[in-house]
Antibody, heavy 118, light 107 residues
């Protein structure tokens, strides 16, 4: 069974940093591209970042470009999102999500809440 | 960047009725790269349809997708109580973008 478990969310002040982690199990993690997708409270889904299976292709959404860094450790079956210079508008549930052939997202974690507030 | 618009914003229907949800793109979308998701309160989204019309694993056949170019449709042939939820379309070009969602609620 595919499982994605996020951790690392919490309350942080504007301008602060946070590192999210996602532990994957139930599939060959090193063969799959991955994404982070977020959802602000009461709002829709917003794609954040993509990384391919071997770390060579990375994309970011414009609102986070230059502030967030996606990475992965295939030996640890783990995906990460380093978030710096956080803003109020980054407040959201962040989902770790498996990429399905660059066509869709077929598995999602349960999400971790990041709250940016003073 | 391709922008997706979904209509209606809210669809109020009764169990057993047919639901037709629309997704319109600002530019043509490759038919391989249009998907639909269902999300219930407090839960992660669930993939329903990918490649415009292919049902994901375990999705019942009352869900169907169609369309091409800039206009796409998700149809739920007969609404079951568990189908009342928010539905998002999504496209993949150089990145993923999602529509704003359609809420299907009980009339």
């Amino acid at each position: 069974e595919v499982q994605l478990v996020e951790s690392g969310g919490g309350l942080v002040q504007p301008g602060g940093s946070l590192r999210l982690s996602c532990e994957a199990s139930g599939f060959d993690f090193n063969r799959w591209s991955m994404n982070w997708v977020r959802q602000a409270p009461g709002k829709g889904l917003e794609w954040v970042s993509y990384i391919n299976s071997n770390n060579r292709t990375i994309y970011y959404a414009d609102p986070v470009e230059g502030r967030f860094t996606i990475s992965r450790d295939n030996a640890k079956n783990s995906l990460y999102l380093q978030m710096n210079s956080l803003r109020d508008e980054d407040t959201a549930v962040y989902y770790c999500a498996r990429d399905f052939k660059e066509m869709a997202i077929d598995y999602w974690g349960q999400g971790t809440l990041v709250t940016v507030s003073s | 960047e391709i922008v997706l618009t979904q209509s209606p914003g809210t669809l109020s229907l009764s169990p057993g009725e047919r639901a037709t949800l629309s997704c319109r793109a600002s530019q043509s979308v490759s038919s391989s790269y249009l998907a639909w998701y269902q999300q219930k309160p407090g839960q992660a989204p669930r993939l329903l349809i990918y490649g415009v019309s292919t049902r994901a694993t375990g999705i019942p056949d009352r869900f169907s997708g169609s369309g091409s170019g800039t206009d796409f449709t998700l149809t739920i042939s007969r609404l079951e109580p568990e189908d009342f939820a928010v539905y998002y379309c999504q496209q993949y070009g150089s990145s993923f973008t999602f529509g704003p969602g359609t809420k299907v609620d009980i009339k």
